[in-house]
């Protein structure tokens, strides 16, 4: 099992920049992939971002690109989502992902999620 905590979700104004975090612990040498997904109340849960263990390759939403950056840190386990130019539509809340097989990009795939943090974006 795999156990992820999300942090670093608040509220800041349209423009600012915000950092968030994923610590992941258990056995996490069987994780392949990483991500970030958001989701809004009554909408279906969206992908944003996703990078491969050992952070050679990301992929970003159209939504996110060239605003978002996904990183990771192996040694300390932990995930994060630099999120800059950010937008009222950014408003969600965030959860950070892990798959052992499959695509990071796709709900279906994921087999552990933290339990998301929220960011609220005013105009």
């Known amino acids: 099992q795999v156990q992820l905590a999300e942090s670093g979700g608040t509220s800041v104004q349209a423009g600012g920049s915000l950092r968030l975090s994923c610590a992941a612990s258990?056995?996490?040498?069987?994780?392949?992939?990483m991500g970030w997904f958001r989701q809004v109340p009554g909408k279906e849960r969206e992908w944003v971002a996703r990078?491969?263990?050992?952070?050679?390759?990301?992929h970003y939403a159209d939504s996110a690109k060239g605003r978002f950056t996904i990183s990771r840190d192996n040694a300390e386990k932990s995930l994060y989502l630099q999120m800059d130019d950010l937008k009222p539509e950014d408003t969600s809340k965030y959860y950070c992902a892990a798959a052992s097989w499959g695509t990071c990009s796709a709900a279906k795939y994921i087999g552990y999620w933290g339990q998301g943090t929220q960011v609220t974006v005013s105009s």
């Open positions: 990078i491969y263990i050992d952070g050679s390759i990301t």
């Open positions: 258990g056995s996490t040498e069987s994780i392949y992939c």
